[in-house]
C-alpha cells in the first residue's frame, strides 16, 4: 500500500515556465519534507513543515516555493525553473521530526527542464 | 560542515558473496544513521536506523553497525544476489528542529549472476 505517493513520476517543463509537484502521504504525519536530488548526487534538503509551520533551508533558491494545504498533501513549485533545476525531487514524512524516527519516502518526481 | 562519505562509489560483486559498504560522517554527535536502498529512477526505501546508542542493527541479510567515536558505519549484507543491485546510500542525523538527514552519494552496487 502506498504511504508517500508522488505525481506526476515525470514531468518536463520548459526553461522559464512554472511547474508544480504534488506529495501526498496517507500515514497521517505532522511533517513533511523535500528533497532534491540531483544526478549522481546525494539528496539535499529544500524545506520542511512541520504541520503549517513552514521550514527554509539557508541555501534553498527563492525560485523554490510550497504549500501544504491541510495534513495530507504538499506541494512543490518552482517559478522558473532553470537547466540546472532538473533533477529528482523527492518528498518524504515522519510523524513528528524526531530524531529517532523513520523518515519514508515516496517514490519521486524527475523533473526535465528543457 | 557536516558531510557523509560513502566508499566506494561503485561495486561490482559475483552472487553469493558477503560484502561491506562504508560510511563516513565528520560530525560524530550524530542522533542516528539510517541505510536507504534507491532502485533506478526510485525513491529512497528505509533498510535500517541504528540510533547513536546503539552499536548495530540488523534485518534478515543485512547488518549495519555504528562507530561513533570513529565516524564510522558499515552495512553488510549477506549472501547477495542480483536482486541487491541498487544504490545504497547513507544517512546522518543530528536531530534538532529539522531533523535533516545528511546524505552520502552512494554506492552503485551490482551483483552477478
Known amino acids: 500500500d502506498a504511504m508517500v505517493i508522488q505525481n506526476p513520476r515525470y514531468q518536463v517543463t520548459q526553461f522559464g515556465k512554472p511547474v508544480t509537484l504534488s506529495c501526498s502521504q496517507t500515514l497521517n504525519h505532522n511533517v513533511m519534507y523535500w528533497y532534491q536530488q540531483k544526478s549522481s548526487q546525494a539528496p539535499k534538503l529544500l524545506f520542511h513543515y512541520y504541520d503549517k509551520d513552514f521550514n527554509n533551508e539557508a541555501d534553498t533558491p527563492d525560485n523554490f516555493q510550497s504549500r501544504r494545504p491541510n495534513t495530507s498533501f504538499c506541494f512543490l513549485d518552482i517559478r522558473s525553473p532553470g537547466l540546472g533545476d532538473a533533477a529528482m525531487y523527492l518528498c518524504?514524512?515522519?510523524?513528528?521530526?524526531?530524531?529517532?524516527?523513520?523518515?519514508?519516502f515516496g517514490p519521486g518526481t524527475r523533473l526535465l527542464v528543457l | 560542515k557536516q558531510e557523509v562519505t560513502q566508499i566506494p562509489a561503485a561495486l561490482s560483486v559475483p552472487e553469493g558473496e558477503n560484502l561491506v559498504l562504508n560510511c563516513s560522517f565528520t560530525?560524530?554527535?550524530?542522533?542516528?544513521l539510517q541505510w536507504f536502498r534507491q532502485d533506478p529512477g526510485k525513491g529512497l526505501t528505509s533498510l535500517l536506523l541504528?540510533?547513536?546508542?546503539?552499536r548495530e542493527q540488523t534485518s534478515g541479510r543485512l547488518n549495519a553497525s555504528l562507530d561513533k567515536s570513529s565516524g564510522r558505519s558499515t552495512l553488510y549484507i549477506a549472501a547477495s544476489q542480483p536482486g541487491d543491485s541498487a544504490t545504497y546510500l547513507c544517512a546522518a542525523s543530528y536531530g534538532g528542529a529539522t531533523n535533516k538527514l545528511i546524505f552520502g552519494t552512494g554506492t552503485l552496487l551490482a551483483v552477478q549472476p
Open positions: 541504528i540510533q547513536s546508542s546503539q
Open positions: 518524504a514524512t515522519s510523524r513528528d521530526g524526531l530524531a529517532e524516527e523513520t523518515q519514508y
Open positions: 560530525d560524530s554527535a550524530i542522533y542516528n
